[in-house]
């Protein structure tokens, strides 16, 4: 089911890559970002230039429909205040999702709770933020 669908959605143009490209882009899982319930995120490399964030998926049980929907969805939305997904890997059980890097830290650490830092929006920013699309 995931090869026929992936099959389908080549022409929308995020990237398929390998495992080992994977490995490649992240300096074999060198700098992590973050864990969470659905995988872990790490710090990756395309180029010189060209930051990304590689969330390794948790291996998922069913026939893939989780990762259809996270590929499908996310692929198609190009919005300024969304990263974008840039590539994906599916390489047998193995999948992973690359987003482009958000160098500011994820918006979770902005709308949860201040912190030491003063990095908490408020919720009359958030408000504001919703209404206008910012």
Same mark, same amino acid.
């Given at each position: ?9 080549? *022409? ?7 495992? *080992? ?7 074999? %899982? ?20 060209? %930051? ?40 047998? /059980? ?25 990095? %908490? ?10 209404? /206008?699309?910012?």
């Amino acid at each position: 089911m995931i090869e026929e669908f992936l099959e389908n959605y080549r *022409a929308l143009k995020p990237t398929r890559y390998s495992y *080992a490209d994977i490995k490649r882009i992240t300096n074999t %899982f060198r700098d992590k970002l973050g864990q969470g319930t659905f995988g872990t995120v790490y710090k990756g490399k395309l180029s010189n230039e060209i %930051f990304v964030a590689v969330k390794i998926l948790n291996n998922s049980k069913g026939n893939g429909e989780e990762f259809i929907n996270e590929v499908g969805t996310l692929g198609r939305i190009h919005y300024v205040n969304v990263v974008r997904l840039v590539g994906y890997c599916a390489d047998g /059980f193995r999948r992973a999702l690359v987003y482009e890097f958000a160098p500011n830290g994820s918006l979770q650490n902005f709308i949860t709770s201040a912190d030491s830092n003063n990095h %908490f929006l408020g919720w009359e920013k958030l408000q504001y933020m919703l209404e /206008f699309g910012i």
